[in-house]
């Protein structure tokens, strides 16, 4: 999978502070926006974050392009609701065999006989996917037999609260292994270009500082809570 971060609001970090700063200040959010020093801007912003007060992170975008990620994961990705997504059409782009690309999981690429299978039964799909079309089948019905698997690209813009949510919830070590490739790419794309938004960016436990697993925790809330604040 590819992941770009193809556009952002610019000065993610100190539109968000100067947002915040309006609702205590004299001064109009655009004076505030050109005068702050840096420290007044980002401590502001780091304090109001750390009150969960976050509606002023949804002032920064950010559109993110994915390349080649399954099916299976873009299903669990449009669950987000906050969002705008353009995914590429199975009923308008025809696909020649060698353009139909599957993702394949780590645990199916590292054990033979289910890699064998696997592939066996992707080109099988592929094979009668371009035969539906030959037989004057369009498109749309076609992709009826294409797999979870089929690679799909995809944009994504995401404000910056609802990046902390899905964060909160797909960079977590019990999401699924594909969507929380995704999020830590995305993740590590986003604070490099805005550090003080996403300082403490990262599943629940970095964000609240516990798990909210419960029994299902990983148990491993040191070594992720050190692993973030590392990215
Ligand atoms: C580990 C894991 C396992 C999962 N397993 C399943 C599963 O087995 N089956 C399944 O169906 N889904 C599953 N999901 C998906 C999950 O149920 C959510 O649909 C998905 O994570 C989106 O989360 P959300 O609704 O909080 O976020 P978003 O849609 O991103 O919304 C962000 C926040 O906005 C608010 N919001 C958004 N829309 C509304 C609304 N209509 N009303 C009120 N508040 C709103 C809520 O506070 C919400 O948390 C799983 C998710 C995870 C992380």
Not at 1 to 15: Q, Y
Not at 181 to 200: C, N, Q, R, T, W
Request: overall charge neutral; glycine content about 4%.
């Amino acid at each position: 999978m590819e992941v770009e971060l193809l556009a952002f609001t610019p000065n993610p970090d100190r539109i968000c502070a100067a947002a915040a700063f309006t609702s205590w200040k004299k001064h109009s959010t655009k004076e505030l926006f050109e005068e702050l020093s840096d420290k007044e801007a980002f401590d502001f912003l780091k304090m109001v974050i750390g009150f969960g007060h976050l509606s002023v992170t949804e002032h920064a975008n950010f559109t993110f392009a994915v390349k080649g990620m399954s099916r299976a994961c873009s299903h669990q990705v449009v669950r987000h609701r906050i969002a705008a997504y353009t995914q590429q059409s199975q009923r308008y782009v025809e696909f020649d065999k060698q353009d139909l690309e599957v993702v394949t999981p780590h645990t199916i690429r590292k054990n033979e006989e289910a890699s064998r299978k696997f592939a066996e039964l992707n080109e099988k799909i592929k094979d009668v996917y371009v035969e539906l079309v030959k037989l004057g089948i369009p498109p749309e019905d076609a992709r009826y037999v294409l797999p979870n698997a089929a690679a799909t690209n995809m944009a994504i813009t995401m404000n910056g609260r609802e990046l902390l949510h899905f964060f909160k919830l797909r960079c977590c070590l019990r999401a699924q292994w594909e969507i929380k490739e995704l999020a830590d790419e995305m993740l590590k794309k986003a604070k490099k270009v805005s550090p003080v938004l996403f300082a403490k960016a990262g599943p629940s436990c970095v964000q609240l500082g516990y798990c909210t697993e419960g029994e299902l925790t990983c148990g491993k809330i040191v070594e992720v809570k050190k692993q973030y604040a590392e990215l």
